[in-house]
Structure formats: structure tokens, C-alpha cells
């Protein structure tokens, strides 16, 4: 794409074609209701429930607007979910939709890249999105009230301010790429590589070395600096509260220092083992082998766009896999949009070489799995193959099989008389799992035991003996607590009987 032609000249071109039109309209269908068809099928998860409650303290509080950097966590993801709190009156489907959202505007930020990368080619731009709407890697992200998805997001539309930046040496899309880069900078601490990785479009920078003329160069890093710059101003909001420290110190729960990880290559060989699982199951395997053989086709046919692609994927993929300490598929999410557009190239350099009718049947055998892993995750995620790491979405403390059950027995007997309700924990799934659905209720009140007291204890009891209805709900923990004042009123169990929700009842006599 040359310095005068614009990206929106040729994707007006490209969308002149009605069979391109047809599968737009039709992949658009199919994006909305991947998206949004059973939402909330798959129980709330720990960190679901205690971002979706920062997103509430942050809506009724003005001077906690900053409540996620307590914990070190940016605060984009609870500034994005408080419309959606005040839209919809079940939390949880707030907080997954602006998942959504971001899941939404996805495939047209791919679109546009394949539209820039591969002018005149019409199937590519197709592909991506259908790729895009089927990988169970992130339409399982884009359904869930975490900050992968608006990551995600932001690391596509930074690879396309790098090249567009390049191409162009334009103030405008510097100024755009600033802003695009210090909004990502307040979703998650990964953001970080975006800037790191932004000079790659230098590859694109023409460069006269017969005269050795480095003019260009030198004002595409300007522009660079530019948006470095803006994006350091807007990250630097969070210095308006007293936490943003808590952010560094996070990290290092997750991270080890490179002093460490140079002495521990045993960590990085079992990371990337992990780390590969993930890609091979939630992009599915089809899909993971097409992309592989695309990149070193791409390689061959331009080797500018295919190595700076790869450097978006391969130098976060190796360092995260270098430092990480605490690790699971959410830390690699953001990059599994870039193995698309390499299965997305292949499959447009196989279509003119072989027949429409063999094409078909081969595009029948890549969708096919991710459609029945997209089908698992939609209606029945309890049979979706999660890698060993990720089975806290299913079993286990994290998991919420129960809470809405729980939820409802507690609203049912708030219409009688005011319940007070303990929960195993002051943090996590219990208690901002029930809190989220109690905080404008006066009629239930939430209050967290850490560490687990004798039951009932003395604090409960004198609730019961107020005239509230008390319940106590415990998480996982084993062993019989029920007595002749303390009553198992209800217990469901999550997947493969891994732990149990709880639910007692505290009667006095």
C-alpha cells in the first residue's frame, strides 16, 4: 500500500464484489450469535466475579474508580463493564458483554488486515473472518468477563498502526497509534510488548541504501516516539491513585526475573510444552498445522510481511514462555489471532490451484472441528477437551457451578424476612460471586469468613437469633458440617465431582 493510497479506497474496492458481500453479511450472523447465544451457559468464574464486583464499587463509588490497581490489575476492563452494569440487570451477562464487544470488532480489525496485506485478494478477507468467528481460542475469550478479549483487540489493531505507520510516516496515524497504544497499556501488562514490538514496521520503511539515505527511517521512528510518548501520557492516568505500585508488584506473582529464568531452563522447556497444548487444542489442530505451513509460504512469496507477523508472535510467545511463573492459556490469548492469517494465506494460495469443488472439501475438513469445538463451548462446555491448566473453568474453587442456584433461593427467602449470607472466604468466587447479585438488595446481606471459622459461630447465630434467615455457604472444603442448628439445605456438585458448593442453613431453637 503506497504512501498516497488508502486503506478505506481499497476496502471499498474489495467490498464492491456481492458474493463478498453475501458471506460478510452471512459470517456477521454467525459472529453475533457465536457471541451471544447461551452466554451464560458456563458458570461465573473466580476472577469473573471479582472484576465484575470492582466494575460495580467503580460505578457507585467516584473515588474508587481505581479499585482494580488494589490488586494490580489495570483498570480498562471495570471502566468498560459499568454501561453494561447499568443495561443489564444480571451481572454476569454484563460483565461478558463487553467481552463481546471487543469479540465483535475483531474479525473486522482481521479483515482489514488481509485487506492491506493482500490487496485484490477477495477470498482471503472471507476466510479470516470465518476463521476468526469458529477458533474456540477466542470465541471462549470473547464470551467471558475477563480482559483477553479487549487485549486481543488491541494487539491486532497494533499490528495494523505498525505496518499502516511504515507505510504512511503520516502525524495523523501517529497520533492514533498513541492513543490505541496507551489504551492497551490500561488492559493488561502484556500490553507492554505492543510497544516493544511496534518498530518491527520498520521492515516496510523504504530505505535507498545505494545512496544511503536513512530520511525515512528516521521519521517513522520520530512518529514512533510520538505515539510512545502520547501512550506513556494516557498510561500514566493510573498515577491518580495511590496503588498504581500494586501493578509491578502483581506482576512479579506471575513472573520470575531473568536472572532466575537464565537458571531455570526447565521452566521454560515445561512452559512451552503447556503453551503449545494450548494452541493445538483451542485453535484446533487442523487449523494449527495450516497456519505453520502458511507462515513459511509466506515467507517465500514476501518475506517483509511474513517476518514481521512472525515477530509479533514468536517474541511475546518466547518471552512469556521465558518468564512465566504462573501460567495458563489467558497469557497467550492475545497472539491467537496471527496463526489465522497465516491459515488464511495458505488456503488463498491453494484456491486458484486446485478445483472449487476439492477447495470446498478441503475448507469442509479445516472448519470442521473447530465447528464442533465451537458447538462444545456454546451449548455443552463441560465436554470442551480445556487443557489440564484450564480446568478451573470446570472443577475445582473457581469454578461457580451453583452460585446461580444459590442466588435464587437467597432472593426467594429475602421476600420474607432480611438473610444474612457467610461464605467460605472474603475474596474470589465467594464472596464478590454473591455479592455482585446482592450489592443494591438491603434485604441480603454478604459477609466473608477467612480463615474458616467453628460453624456456626458465634456471629451467626446471633443474626439467626435477630430474625434473619442466615446461611452459610462453603466452597470445596470437605467434611460434614451439618447440625441439629446447622442444616444442609442444598449441594451441587461441579464437574467430575471435583469439590462442591454448599449451601447451610443456621436455625435456632
Not at 504462573?326 to 494460495?349: C, D, K, M, T
Request: net charge positive; proline share 5%; aromatic share 18%.
Amino acid at each position: 500500500m503506497g504512501k498516497g493510497e488508502s486503506w478505506r479506497e481499497i476496502a471499498k474496492s474489495f467490498l464492491v464484489d456481492r458474493k463478498t458481500w453475501f458471506f460478510l453479511l452471512l459470517g456477521l450472523i454467525l459472529l453475533f450469535l457465536t457471541r451471544i447465544i447461551n452466554l451464560t451457559r458456563l458458570p461465573i468464574f473466580c476472577d469473573e466475579a471479582i472484576y465484575i464486583r470492582w466494575s460495580q464499587i467503580a460505578w457507585k463509588e467516584a473515588s474508587m474508580r481505581f479499585v482494580s490497581l488494589t490488586d494490580g490489575k489495570q483498570p480498562f476492563q471495570t471502566w468498560i463493564t459499568i454501561p453494561f452494569l447499568k443495561l443489564f440487570a444480571n451481572p454476569l451477562v454484563a460483565g461478558r458483554l463487553q467481552a463481546v464487544l471487543a469479540g465483535l470488532l475483531l474479525p473486522f480489525v482481521l479483515w482489514l488486515l488481509t485487506v492491506i496485506f493482500l490487496p485484490g485478494k477477495k477470498t482471503t478477507p472471507v476466510l479470516i473472518v470465518f476463521l476468526t468467528i469458529f477458533c474456540p481460542y477466542l470465541l471462549f475469550h470473547s464470551r467471558m468477563a475477563l480482559a483477553e478479549s479487549w487485549l486481543t483487540l488491541f494487539a491486532a489493531g497494533s499490528v495494523f498502526f505498525s505496518y499502516f505507520l511504515a507505510k504512511t510516516r503520516r502525524l495523523d496515524v501517529a497520533l492514533l497509534a498513541g492513543a490505541w497504544l496507551g489504551l492497551s497499556l490500561l488492559v493488561k501488562s502484556q500490553a507492554l510488548f505492543f510497544l516493544i514490538l511496534f518498530p518491527l514496521g520498520t521492515v516496510f520503511v523504504p530505505i535507498d541504501f545505494s545512496k544511503k539515505k536513512l530520511n525515512q527511517v528516521f521519521k517513522f521512528f520520530g512518529l514512533f516516539l510520538l505515539s510512545a510518548s502520547i501512550a506513556y501520557l494516557i498510561y500514566n492516568i493510573q498515577r491518580l491513585s495511590p496503588w498504581m505500585h500494586m501493578i509491578a508488584q502483581k506482576n512479579q506473582d506471575f513472573a520470575v526475573p531473568l536472572s532466575v529464568a537464565l537458571k531455570q531452563w526447565g521452566l521454560l522447556w515445561q512452559n512451552l510444552k503447556a503453551s503449545t497444548a494450548w494452541f493445538w487444542v483451542y485453535l484446533t489442530w487442523p487449523v494449527f498445522l495450516l497456519s505453520l505451513v502458511g507462515l513459511v509460504c509466506w515467507l517465500k512469496k514476501d518475506w517483509r510481511q511474513a517476518l514481521f507477523l512472525a515477530g509479533w508472535f514468536f517474541l511475546p510467545f518466547g518471552a512469556i514462555n521465558f518468564i512465566a511463573r504462573v501460567y495458563n492459556s489467558r497469557y497467550l490469548a492475545f497472539l491467537a489471532f496471527l496463526p489465522l492469517l497465516w491459515a488464511a494465506f495458505l488456503l488463498e494460495q491453494i484456491r486458484p490451484k486446485i478445483s472449487r469443488f476439492l477447495f470446498w472439501i478441503i475448507l469442509l475438513l479445516v472448519f470442521l472441528l473447530p465447528l464442533v469445538r465451537s458447538y462444545q463451548l456454546l451449548f455443552v462446555p463441560e465436554q470442551f477437551p480445556f487443557t489440564k491448566t484450564d480446568r478451573g473453568y470446570l472443577e475445582g474453587w473457581t469454578a461457580g457451578y451453583g452460585i446461580d442456584q444459590i442466588v435464587r433461593i437467597l432472593t426467594d427467602a429475602s421476600q420474607e424476612r432480611s438473610v444474612a449470607v457467610g461464605t467460605e472466604g472474603n475474596f474470589g468466587l465467594l464472596s464478590q460471586g454473591l455479592e455482585i447479585y446482592f450489592a443494591d438488595n438491603p434485604k441480603v446481606d454478604v459477609f466473608g469468613f477467612y480463615p474458616l471459622p467453628a460453624l456456626p459461630n458465634n456471629d451467626l447465630l446471633a443474626l439467626a437469633e435477630e430474625g434473619k434467615r442466615v446461611f452459610f455457604v462453603l466452597n470445596n472444603t470437605p467434611g460434614d458440617f451439618s447440625q441439629d442448628d446447622f442444616l444442609l439445605v442444598a449441594e451441587f456438585p461441579k464437574v467430575n465431582n471435583q469439590g462442591s458448593l454448599r449451601l447451610y442453613e443456621v436455625v435456632v431453637k
